[in-house]
């Protein structure tokens, strides 16, 4: 904040105040604490009397007056003239400020007696975390037990307020003495009944938003107990007389336990004086009853064999039936609508195998409408799942799986043992079969007219982008430079254990020739070792071939790759279609996955979809998932996350969790998918996705709660917390990128680069000359970490112009010129030719540039 003129940190009072006998000011109305939602300012207000001037001090420092707005008026019981005065404070002044406290105002006002200091007021910007530090677990009591619910509701400001609410109703705890939900936001239930049996959701919220925690299911059950025995019968003419009892008292309720124990017993009603062929009653058994015991014996165990033999012979047909290979296994291709669907064609290769602990991954065979809504996949070949019994899967228990694939060859360099799959397309059969009115498309295009002056072609959110530099274009000289990104299956088919790490960029016209070499950026999935992968820049010839342009870590005079964490940047002189593939030197090699989860309603208004997508970690290929999902209604549920995937040849694992028992069920053989290891990571930057059909049990079940579990076998695991309404009034959006890039793809001259030229001359002027001392492009390169194939610098006519390219590609996204200031700053301290680049420059040049990029 501006200073009042006259003022300082400390207590010296502005000049223009007097100083007089008189009565202090007294506040009125005092500044409260306030939080900012938001974007929008909050006003603080202060009210005293008899005051001359009021001003706000905010963090130590005086607020300029012109940022006050005041009013007078005039006590009429008192005759004191009453001032009041407010000012407004932005979110980006709260988050500017970085002291030991929060950011805090007070009002200070005048009279002709001294001063009067108001109480400070705190301004806070006002949020609400997503996720629940601690969700509520589901639990079985029993009846009269407690019930102890803990909820710790997400971090915030101001701290959230707790509601329970039991099937979508809310808990009144005022109403019900037996339930308490003022311990720690804990709920608490002294004495379970029955109909206390349901769902229970801890909702938080605050000034910000709402928040779901995960759904409780909390079953409320009774072990039955026996009714008093009855009154002995009359003897009967054998001498026995019974009684009875029934377990009523209460029946078992919920999964309570049966009562345990004979319901009837028999004894001699003579005290054995009743004699039957000169033996007491009760140690003979009359041959009537002998004889009818034993027929009903017989007559139970026959019908036990023939219900046997039947259900045996059921399985056994039922098994074949759903198999070419036998009873033992089950060919995922038969399953009609299985995402991982095989080419009925091609027969197993048993030859190679490996056995998993965990549930079976199949898809609903019922579920064929939810499978004909994206055109994105192909089938997943060569794979198998052997059942030891098809009751246990149908029951969803999990059990051992022997997983078949098919090996091709493809092992790591350096001696390495381990094998890697590649995959080969053999069938280009879709899943789905009904999208004829979805647009083919086979590339993503933008071109744009450069001259002399150079420009910057930018294709919006796929990382993608051309920097052509100042003097590259001869002048009186125009270009319109396109740039593509193909969409269709890659032309690059990998070798071996090669695989596709980048989107496959063309930048043309191919017959253009340039004096200064142009800054292409390709993004790129790869988890960026030295020590497991060997990366390749490749292009393609005129006759569809690739060749190797070089690798990133050779030295190199015709071209230079500098590799970043998400993206290269090739300094090159000739146009065409370039790619990136990476050769894992070890099975520590690791590909980048985003894993996102959209969902939309389904044709059946009962049903919900979860669309699970797994794709390399390429804005590109984000954005293909994101289009097909806007034309079909998805709407992205959870923001995105990263999984790191390794080449350790273990599948990925897609499963959904934690659904509220009472209100969803998920339909049979889809609660857990997997992928072989070989589809993803040989899947060439195309995207895979799993899909999940879950039902609502009635139409008044709006709120939609589960966690999608995605894990790559003895590697690494995200999950994604699913908390949405599935009505689109009540959803919360979340945004597909966080930041967008510029909306115009082409931007030319000047307002293109963040360096303005005069400066970029000063600079080439400073260091293209040979310094005794090391001060030159060299130092200029290592002081921004470009420490590698120096050589290529040295073949151009102006270095620190191609460094200084370099620096425009890298530095197109992350706001300022410090980097560059501190770099320049850094070596200017003992060279005087840089004594007139100073950071005001640097710092009102990226003003400028902000401005007019609209950032």
Known sequence: MDKIAGADNGETLPESIPSAPGTLPHFIEEPDDAYIIKSNPIALRCKARPAMQIFFKCNGEWVHQ?????????????????????????????????????????????????????????????????????????????????????????????????????????????????????????????????????????????????????????VVYVDGSWEVWSEWSVCSPECEHLRIRECTAPPPRNGGKFCEGLSQESENCTDGLCILDKKPLHEIKPQSIENASDIALYSGLGAAVVAVAVLVIGVTLYRRSQSDYGVDVIDSSALTGNPLLLNSSMQPDLTVSRTYSGPICL?????????????????????????????????????????????????????????????????????????????????????????????????????????????????????????????????????????????????????????????????????????????????????????????????????????????????????????????????????????????????????????????????????????????????????????????????????????????????????????????VWCSNQQPLHCAFSLERYTPTTTQLSCKICIRQLKGHEQILQVQTSILESERETITFFAQEDSTFPAQTGPKAFKIPYSIRQRICATFDTPNAKGKDWQMLAQKNSINRNLSYFATQSSPSAVILNLWEARHQHDGDLDSLACALEEIGRTHTKLSNITESQLDEADFNYSRQNGL
């Open 363 to 679: 898809q609903d065979p019922l579920d064929k409408e939810l499978m004909t809504e994206s055109s994105l996949f192909n089938p997943l070949s060569d794979i198998k799942v052997k059942v030891q019994s098809s009751f246990m899967v149908s029951l969803g228990v999990s059990e051992r799986a022997e997983y078949h694939g098919k090996n091709h060859s493809g092992t790591f360099p350096h001696g390495n043992n381990r094998s890697f799959s590649t995959m080969h397309p053999r069938n280009k059969t879709p899943y789905i079969q009904n999208l004829s009115s979805l647009p083919t498309r086979t590339e993503l295009r933008t071109t744009g007219v450069f001259g002399h002056l150079g420009g910057r072609l930018v294709m919006p959110n796929t990382g993608v982008s051309l920097l052509i530099p100042h003097g590259a274009i001869p002048e009186e000289n125009s270009w319109e430079i396109y740039m593509s990104i193909n969409q269709g299956e890659p032309s690059l088919q990998s070798d071996g254990s090669e695989v596709l790490l980048s989107p496959e960029v063309t930048c043309g016209p191919p017959d253009m020739t340039v004096t200064t070499p142009f800054a292409l950026t390709i993004p790129h999935c790869a988890d960026v070792s030295s020590e497991h992968w060997n990366i390749h820049l490749k292009k393609r010839t005129q006759q569809g071939k690739w060749e190797e342009v070089m690798s990133v870590e050779d030295e190199s005079t015709s071209c230079y790759c500098l590799l970043d964490p998400f993206a290269c940047h090739v300094l090159l002189d000739s146009f065409g279609t370039y790619a990136l593939t990476g050769e894992p030197i070890t099975d520590c090699a690791v590909k980048q996955l985003k894993v996102a989860v959209f969902g939309c309603m389904s044709c059946n208004s009962l049903d919900y979809n979860l669309r699970v997508y797994c794709v390399d970690n390429t804005p590109w290929a984000f954005q293909e998932v994101v289009s097909d999902e806007r034309h079909q209604g998805g709407q992205l549920l959870e923001e995105p996350k990263l999984l790191h995937f390794k080449g350790n040849t273990f599948s990925l694992q897609i499963s959904v969790l934690d659904i509220p028992p009472f209100l969803w069920r998920i339909k049979p053989f889809t609660a857990c998918q997997e992928v072989p290891f070989s589809r």
């Open 66 to 218: 012109n940022e006050h707005v005041s009013e007078e008026s005039l006590d009429e019981s008192s005759g004191l003239k009453v001032r009041e005065v407010f000012i407004n404070v932005t979110r980006q002044q709260v988050e500017d400020f970085h002291g030991p406290e929060d950011y805090w105002c007070q009002c200070v006002a005048w009279s002709h007696l001294g001063t009067s200091k108001s109480r400070k007021a705190s301004v806070r910007i006002a949020y609400l975390r997503k996720n629940f530090e601690q969700d509520p677990q589901g639990r079985e009591v029993p009846i009269e037990g407690m019930i102890v619910l803990h909820c710790r509701p997400p971090e915030g400001v101001p701290a959230a307020e707790v509601e329970w609410l039991k099937n979508e109703e809310p808990i009144d705890s005022e109403q019900d003495e037996n339930i308490d939900t003022r311990a720690d936001h804990n709920l608490i239930i002294r004495q379970a009944r029955l109909s206390d049996s349901g769902n229970y959701t801890c909702m938080a919220a605050n000034i910000v938003a709402k928040r779901r925690s995960l759904s409780a299911t909390v």
